[in-house]
């Protein structure tokens, strides 16, 4: 099992640009999650996914748009780059929310992203 | 509203001095509290969560519902502790995980 894998590793994007950040499971989870990691701010989310086809806004999804077209893959695209949106992205993946209690998250390496 | 609050952005401890990372939480239900940790070049990994009521590599938390409060301890800190170290929350829709900033845990010999 490789995990929750995101690519690319890295990426420098123009003012103004556009990428699309893919993160994909193999772990047949339902649920799935995109943060950005900024000094002194921690993690915050950006969109999430409770499973395919469905998406939801986190606290932070201004500037970005998500696609959960298969329940393997979670897209993060920026349709046109700020310097703003310079940070360290993860995704993450976790199974269904139980009863009681939610199983953890998995993370990806992350994708450090440098906007110009 | 869901919150989490670290005080600390760094903790620099000696190496066997005790440790204690703290957390604290607005929340008004019944929440699901977890430690997250980074270790240098590591993925981000889940530590221990509060259900469980388990110690890992000797740290331990307890929920403190009065306090509101979700404190990383352990008596003797290693200088393979040192990492950056997440408290973070699940709330009534248990579908969100909410973290704190974060606090670096330095520990030197």
Redesign the interface.
């Given at each position: 099992n490789a995990g929750v894998t995101q690519t690319p590793k890295f990426r420098v994007l123009k003012t103004g640009q556009s990428m699309t950040l893919l993160c994909a499971q193999d772990m047949n989870h339902e649920?799935m999650?995109w943060?950005r990691q900024d000094p002194?701010?921690?993690?915050?989310?950006i969109h999430?996914s409770?499973g395919e086809g469905t998406t939801a806004k986190?606290?932070v999804p201004d500037g970005y748009n998500v696609s959960r077209l298969k329940k393997q893959n979670f897209l993060l695209g920026l349709e046109s780059a700020a310097p703003s949106q310079t940070s360290v992205y993860?995704c993450?993946s976790s199974y269904r929310?139980g009863n009681?209690?939610?199983s953890?998250?998995h993370?990806?390496?992350?994708t450090r992203l440098t906007v110009t | 509203a869901q919150r989490v609050t670290q005080p600390e952005k760094l903790l620099s401890v000696f190496k066997g001095a005790p440790v204690e990372l703290k957390c604290n939480y607005s929340y008004s239900g019944s929440p699901e509290l977890f430690w997250y940790v980074q270790y240098s070049r590591q993925r981000l990994q889940l530590l221990l969560r509060h259900i469980s009521r388990e110690s890992i590599k000797g740290f331990t938390a307890d929920l403190n519902k009065g306090e509101t409060s979700f404190h990383l301890k352990k008596p003797f800190a290693q200088e393979e502790d040192s990492a950056m170290y997440y408290c973070a929350l699940i709330g009534e829709y248990g579908n969100k995980l909410v973290f704190g900033a974060g606090t670096i845990l330095r520990v030197k010999s």
């Open positions: 649920y999650y943060y002194g701010m921690g993690l915050r989310l999430y409770v986190g606290e993860f993450a929310y009681s209690y939610n953890p998250l993370f990806g390496n992350g | -």
